[in-house]
């Protein structure tokens, strides 16, 4: 098991963004955390992340916990921030660099990162321009590129394919299957668009209000709600919980 | 290793063509600038001493006398006609711009009448320049002018005294002027010194207020932008430490803010020596400044000048920690300029303080306890602390800034390795908005 997140939970001062949330993801699993804005994705991610800490819980990674170890964790991890930017005044080939000579210091290894993301982010010869002239998509694949150079046990990523067009969208979303079934590398995303999900994902879980209400694959979902599609479980699920917070 | 990963891109993000080409362009302007100002003193004191234009309306042997007496002194006589009543045209006439006009029965009511009599002086202000004022001769100078002259020329024209006399019954009275710093004195002029103190003291204040501003800036625009774009979320979620994060960012601030330093020292350097060449040169003749300063202890050697650079770096750390925390609250890009707020009041309210007044003196107590506890006072008031021998108010001033500085750093640092990173923010215009919108 790669990710075995335990009853991780967050409490601001009066609010409760993550309730006892729990599911666990596999080598080479693509997980996707679904639900409405404000649900507690970005919140559960980030404990997973080791940048805030948890007030409950503990999230276990690759057998790191989060709570206790959260230098080690950051060692099988990746993630990538809904709507991310990088250095504007570094050129692509400058910000590769930078990060592979973060995530380790032995230069061979960090030129192998950076010859593998500038396979995988396809830019060419726009890896010589600056970072303030790439489009919205083209940043987006060099960060994608950027948080799976490193072959991380878990990359984790928010919102992949936000604001992007329907051809970039599809190619990373490509790009997220490969590298799960080739390189049995774990993903952990979180994404608003449905599609997407039952597209990518193995496995699916939707919060909503900070709890995880189900967990199952999109089919498995689909066959207990009655459900067509992912949107429609989704709808059901969440309006539920809005029934049972009235009640 | 990580450390230096990290440093490098920040040196790279905070010394980009644009700082560089800034830095370059202020030492050549500051250096031009000098050489300007300069040529324009030696300009000035060329004028003043020599050229005085004069309208005789009254025309007499005495008025001649006069004029003749003036030249003698030493200054060139420019003669002009009396050519309009309309003050400007008279100056446009006369292709001047200060006029010294001696009226009809000048001669009459002096000689005869021995009465007192007024000159005219007429004098042009083209702009509100601090150049402008030094060019002109004022009313007062005008009329000694004339008085001198008319005293010499009666005295010895009228009363056939001899000018050795003359010297003697114009000025009985000279001065041996001392001026006594703690328990040295020296032959010279309290004015002379405090001239002197005061363009060498110049130099440290604007320094200070302009690298206290820029290393703000530079690390508030640093930290939101990080915050921003979530670079800083990518940053922190990679396997390097928040403390090397924290500190190669304060690092290369501090380094960037000490290179502009020196190239504002340079360039201020060469402005100001510059001015006081020609300062030097105006005054060849008196007391050499320099070692009336050396005598009364007030140069500064090379352990003052190490003194002043400790308290100035202090001065860059604390707001570089501050600006962390400021950096660290904007939630929107347009915040970004307005953060550097807090932090120009404290350089400004001592920075004006430090030009004015002595703030170690000043009264009511209240102001001076106010000034001292902004920690930047200390570092303006450092030269003078030092050069006066007051060490035990920069040693105290210097204790409260390290004090300073380390809860700001434990705060930074509390803010930097905790949650409130990512949450913490003013919204300060959004908050109002949502008020408004509620009621």
Not at chain 1, 113 to 120: F, H
Not at chain 2, 287 to 295: C, G, N, P
């Amino acid at each position: 098991m790669v990710l075995e997140v335990k009853e991780l939970s967050k409490q601001y001062s009066k609010v409760l963004a993550a309730n006892k949330v729990s599911f666990s993801i596999e080598e080479g699993e693509i997980f996707a955390l679904i639900g409405p804005n404000g649900a507690g994705k970005t919140t559960t991610i980030r404990m997973i992340s080791t940048l805030i800490k948890p007030t409950g819980g503990d999230a276990i990674v690759a057998g790191f916990s989060a709570v206790n170890e959260p230098a080690r964790v950051r060692e099988n991890i990746t993630y990538l921030p809904d709507e991310a930017g990088a250095y504007k005044n570094m050129t692509g080939n400058d910000y590769l660099n930078f990060m592979a000579g973060i995530f380790t210091t032995d230069l061979d290894k960090a030129r192998e990162y950076v010859k593998r993301a500038q396979e995988i982010c396809g830019l060419g010869e726009r890896l010589e321009d600056k970072i303030g002239s790439y489009s919205r998509g083209m940043i987006r694949k060099l960060l994608l590129a950027r948080a799976v150079m490193t072959r991380p046990k878990l990359a984790i990523l928010d919102e992949p394919t936000s604001g992007l067009d329907v051809i970039n969208a599809i190619e990373i979303r490509k790009l997220i299957k490969r590298l799960a079934s080739e390189e049995k590398m774990s993903f952990l995303l979180s994404s608003h668009n449905m599609l997407e999900i039952e597209f990518v994902s193995d496995k699916v879980g939707i919060i909503s209000k900070g709890k995880l209400h189900v967990v199952g694959k999109p089919c498995e979902l689909k066959a207990k709600y009655g459900c067509d599609n992912l949107e429609e479980v989704f709808e059901k699920v969440v309006n539920s919980d809005e029934v049972s917070d009235i009640a | 290793m990580k450390f230096l990963t990290l440093l490098k891109k920040e040196l790279k993000e905070l010394l980009n063509f644009q700082t560089i080409l800034t830095m370059v362009m202020m030492l050549v302007v500051l250096s031009i600038l000098g050489e300007f100002m300069g040529g324009a003193m030696e300009e000035s004191a060329d004028s003043q001493a020599g050229t005085v234009a004069i309208c005789d309306d009254d025309k007499t042997e005495f008025t001649a006398d006069l004029i003749n007496q003036i030249e003698l002194s030493g200054y060139t006589i420019e003669m002009k006609e009396n050519t309009s009543e309309d003050k400007a045209q008279l100056l446009d006439d006369a292709d001047t711009d200060y006029l010294i006009i001696i009226p009809q029965g000048f001669t009459q009511s002096i000689l005869e009448e021995k009465k007192t009599v007024d000159i005219e002086y007429i004098s042009r202000v083209n702009n509100a320049s601090v150049m402008s004022a030094v060019d002109s001769m004022d009313s007062a100078s005008a009329v000694a002018i004339i008085q001198d002259a008319i005293f010499t020329t009666v005295m010895t024209g009228q009363y056939g005294i001899a000018i050795d006399e003359l010297e003697f019954i114009s000025m009985p009275v000279g001065v041996d002027e001392y001026t006594v710093v703690k328990d040295k004195s020296a032959n010279a002029s309290s004015a002379q010194i405090q001239s002197h103190m005061m363009s060498q003291s110049m130099l440290i204040p604007i320094v200070v207020f302009v690298l206290v501003i820029m290393a703000s800036q530079m690390i508030i625009n640093a930290v939101a932008t990080e915050k921003l774009d979530k670079t800083l979320e990518t940053l922190l979620s990679a396997p390097v430490s928040r403390f090397s994060v924290l500190g190669a960012k304060m690092t290369a601030a501090a380094i960037v803010a000490l290179l502009n330093a020196l190239v504002y020292m340079i360039g201020f350097g060469n402005y100001m020596k510059s001015i006081t060449d020609m300062q030097g040169d105006l005054a060849a003749g008196t007391q050499a400044t320099e070692s009336v300063i050396e005598q009364l202890g007030l140069n500064m050697g090379m352990t003052d000048y190490i003194l002043v650079g400790l308290q100035l770096f202090v001065s860059i750390l604390i707001s570089l920690s501050v600006s962390l925390i400021l950096g660290a609250l904007v939630s929107d890009a347009k915040e970004t300029q307005t953060m550097i707020l807090p932090i120009t009041v404290l350089t400004m309210i001592p920075y004006m303080m430090s030009l004015f007044i002595d703030i170690n003196t000043v009264e009511p107590a209240i102001l001076r306890y106010v000034a001292w506890a902004i920690p930047f006072t200390h570092t303006f008031t450092a030269i003078s602390n030092i050069s006066f021998g007051n060490m035990g108010i920069y040693w105290a001033g210097f204790a409260y800034q390290i004090v300073f500085l380390a809860v700001c750093m434990f705060f930074a640092v509390k803010l930097f390795t905790s949650d409130k990173i990512f949450t913490i923010s003013l919204n300060l215009g959004q908050k109002k908005k949502f008020k408004k919108n509620t009621k």
